[in-house]
């Protein structure tokens, strides 16, 4: 069973272990959370929570939920979708960043949860994503263009995209 869930207090070990098995973020991803120790997750998590709401916001930060992406139970990936943008993350970032834990790759898992994430983005009435990638990363532009992303223009090493919901 294919389940995208937003981060909430439930969330445990499993998901946990998956941020920490991440790593630090590769290609534009960042991940916060991999180097907490697990006495800490529960106030990550709330942050994660209360960004989704908008609050408690850094300086330049939008609001983002937060999602996991969990395939028959088991966490796979992690995605953030962006509720609007700013000046920054129109040049760089976009609305939606995602991750796949690194033992679950190559198995479509970056495609999947892109898809879903496009879906989330309608039901939060985002009618135009734009992502970006780095132009040298392959990956990421064949899973971008395989969810219908229309290059927009490829500038100092980076690809915007735009997908319509």
Known sequence: MIEL???????????YEMIVEIGPGENGYVNSGFDIDY????????????????????????????????????????????????????????????AIRPSERGKGYG????SELIKAAKQKDISVLLLTCDELNLPSRKVIEANS???QKTENGKC??????
């Open 39 to 98: 006495a800490h997750f529960p106030s990550f998590i709330r942050e994660r929570m209360d960004m989704a709401e908008g609050v408690n916001l850094s300086a330049h930060y939008v609001p983002q939920t937060t999602y996991w992406l969990l395939i028959d139970s088991k966490p796979v990936g992690i995605g953030k979708l962006r509720h609007f943008l700013n000046e920054s993350l129109s040049k760089s970032g976009g609305h939606i960043g995602y």
């Open 160 to 165: 915007a995209y735009l997908i319509t919901t």
């Open 111 to 114: 495609s999947l949860i892109l």
């Open 5 to 15: 869930r937003p981060a909430n207090e439930n969330d445990g070990r499993d998901i």
């Open 149 to 151: 992303g229309r290059l």
